[in-house]
């Protein structure tokens, strides 16, 4: 799973790249170069880490999200057409987008607007969007005239989108027409699901009032974040008391990255690996399975299921089977998040 980091010039995005990677500042290119960036970054679970303490295993997994930032880009002063068709490119491939946004002031730049930051980046999307629709639709006219016959639903679904598009909303706000089939070949940039990252500076930490439309907007310390991030454990709990800071805003960016997407996570626990492991919600058991290995999807026979609450108040798995909590479910058992699985399969 890969979001993409966008906003417009200096909004700070290499600085929250660099904090949710815990890099220190390093990642800027050299010679000129359009580098995309990947920061693969575990999403913090303290059922994890509770299992991992429980079981004591050789190896523990959490979860993982890669965020991507587009580094060394012609700037956006110079040569803005430049810059946002690069942007909007490499953001094509992601299955989410994150939108840095400045409230600060910059010297070059000026004081900070951040709604109409966000709002100009947003008009980019639509624009962009707006001309693959038009693109393709003039394409199928040109076939029927041809006497071509349209095929299946494309064309309706092409002008319910340029209906979206023409009163200026974006295309995640009809995300139900967008997964249909006939669209998944497109790659829209209005349909990705949004989170805004609004980057205060470091003595403000206040929301502004933004115009967000199916999107969800979190502030972040930019520049303090990143500062944290290159401390120990024992320093960033000291700089944290100092700012009044009491979760790091950047596990927040995290966690919302999976939620945006409607991801949860199963466990699975042993003494050799405690592992998350990702799913869309709704996923029945025999495919959770299939995450694991095709083997254990092939062959699949039952799941021995306990929700990690209950193994939780139970203290351990033994106690949770006495109890009666472990429960063995079929292949159509739609997979809840915090469950712990054990597959039971033959091959
Ligand atoms: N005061 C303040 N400055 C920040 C903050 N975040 C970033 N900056 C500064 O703003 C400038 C631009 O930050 P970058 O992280 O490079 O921004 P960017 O969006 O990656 O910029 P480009 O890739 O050039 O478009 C740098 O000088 C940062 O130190 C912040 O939260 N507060
Ligand atoms: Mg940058």
Redesign the pocket.
């Known amino acids: 799973m890969k979001l993409g980091i966008t ?1 417009l ?7 929250v790249f660099d904090a949710l990677t815990r890099r220190g500042g390093e990642s800027t290119p050299a010679g000129g170069q359009v580098v995309p960036a990947l920061g693969v970054v575990p999403v913090p679970d303290p059922r994890v880490d509770w299992l991992s303490a429980l079981y004591r295993p050789k190896k523990t997994t959490h979860a993982q999200i890669t965020y991507m930032d587009l ?1 060394g ?1 012609p ?2 002063a110079d040569n803005k057409q430049e810059y946002m068709a690069l942007l909007l490119t490499h953001m094509r491939p992601m299955d989410a987008l994150i939108m ?1 946004v400045r409230n ?1 002031s ?1 010297p070059v730049l000026g004081a900070a607007d951040p709604a109409k930051d966000l709002r100009e980046l947003e008009d980019e999307f639509l624009i962009a969007d707006m001309a693959s629709v038009e693109k393709r639709l003039e394409r199928l006219e040109a076939d029927l005239k041809r006497g071509k016959k349209p095929v299946g639903a494309e064309k309706e679904l092409l002008e319910k989108c340029a209906e979206t598009l023409n009163s200026e909303q974006p295309l995640r706000t009809i995300a139900e027409v967008c997964n249909k089939p006939e669209l998944r070949g497109y790659t829209f940039l209005s349909a990705k699901p949004l989170l805004v990252i609004v ?4 003595e403000d930490d206040s929301m502004p009032s933004l115009p967000l439309r199916s999107a969800d907007a979190v502030v972040v ?3 303090l974040e990143m500062e944290l991030a290159q401390l120990s454990d024992e320093e960033a709990h000291t700089f944290m008391s100092d700012f009044g800071i009491t979760e790091s805003a950047l596990d927040r960016v995290i966690k919302s990255s999976f939620s945006l997407l409607d991801l949860i996570s199963f466990l699975t626990v042993g003494e050799d690996e405690v592992r998350a492991w990702t799913i869309p919600r709704q996923t029945n058991a025999v495919d959770a399975a299939g995450a694991i290995h095709s083997d254990i999807q092939r062959g699949f026979i039952r799941a021995e299921v306990v929700a990690y609450e209950d193994l939780r108040k139970a203290g351990d798995y033994a106690a949770a089977r006495k109890l009666g909590v472990v429960r063995l479910e079929g292949k159509t058992y739609p997979v809840q998040d915090g469950d712990i699985m054990h597959f039971r399969f033959n091959v």
């Open positions: 906003g010039g200096r909004a700070g995005k290499t600085t580094q880009v700037g956006m840095v600060f910059d980057n205060n500076s470091d310390r930019g520049k």
